[in-house]
T-cell receptor, first 117, second 109 residues
Framework: GAVVSQHPSRVICKSGTSVKIECRSL??????MFWYRQFPKQSLMLMAT?????????EQGVEKDKFLINHASLTLSTLTVTSAHPEDSSFYIC?????????????FGEGSRLTVL | GQNIDQPTEMTATEGAIVQINCTYQ??????LFWYQQHAGEAPTFLSY??LDGLEEKGRFSSFLSRSKGYSYLLLKELQMKDSASYLC??????????WGAGTKLIIKP
């Protein structure tokens, strides 16, 4: 299957700093990437939909100025958690969908566990 | 509103068969996905159904009934490594995934 790579897998940062997470589709082009957050023992929560070359669409309740998403190319989307606080500690996962299909399967990155001290 | 229901937890015996059910209500429908998620890891894709019927893929099969808003994931010849959470997700008319909370499957020897 297709490969989506997410980096870093784990990051620990101090409160008030910013953290960038990268999501790359390694062997296919993805016009659409999704960013999710998962708190312990809860299901995935969609944060935003990232479309190549345009602004991301954020879900209700997600602060777009805090969670900056950039999808500058067909193979890379980045999520920057700005001025991180301990409540932002979570598991962040990206997924990508094949270009040219709206109902194709999603491929997930390995996830990034963020711990804010 | 949009809603996905699946059991919170199920227990089965190694070598046996287990069926995990999922019912959904969405605004429009563009398919039903099943994902497997081991603790601390990202979900991995198992199946996608958009037409009624059974899709078989090795030890795993997935069934869909659009008229009933119902799907199930069938796991045969259970192995200990199948212990995981199984997530059901329906895609609505805007191609957004509506996720269930997941079913934690416990396999006993």
């Amino acid at each position: 299957g297709a490969v989506v790579s997410q980096h870093p897998s784990r990051v620990i940062c101090k409160s008030g700093t910013s953290v960038k997470i990268e999501c790359r589709s390694l062997d296919f082009q993805a016009t659409t990437m999704f960013w999710y957050r998962q708190f312990p023992k809860q299901s995935l929560m969609l944060m935003a939909t990232s479309n190549e070359g345009s602004k991301a669409t954020y879900e209700q309740g997600v602060e777009k100025d805090k969670f900056l998403i950039n999808h500058a190319s067909l193979t890379l989307s980045t999520l920057t958690v700005t001025s991180a606080h301990p409540e932002d500690s979570s598991f962040y996962i990206c997924s990508a969908r094949f270009q040219g299909t709206d109902t194709g399967e999603l491929f997930f990155g390995e996830g990034s566990r963020l711990t804010v001290l | 509103g949009q809603n996905i229901d699946q059991p919170t937890e199920m227990t089965a015996t190694e070598g046996a068969i287990v069926q995990i059910n999922c019912t959904y209500q969405t605004s429009g429908f563009n398919g039903l996905f099943w994902y497997q998620q081991h603790a601390g890891e990202a979900p991995t894709f198992l199946s996608y159904n958009v037409l009624d019927g059974l899709e078989e893929k090795g030890r795993f099969s997935s069934f869909l009934s659009r008229s009933k808003g119902y799907s199930y994931l069938l796991l045969k010849e259970l192995q200990m490594k199948d212990s995981a959470s199984y997530l059901c997700a329906a895609m609505d008319s805007n191609y957004q995934l509506i996720w269930g909370a997941g079913t934690k499957l416990i396999i006993k020897p």
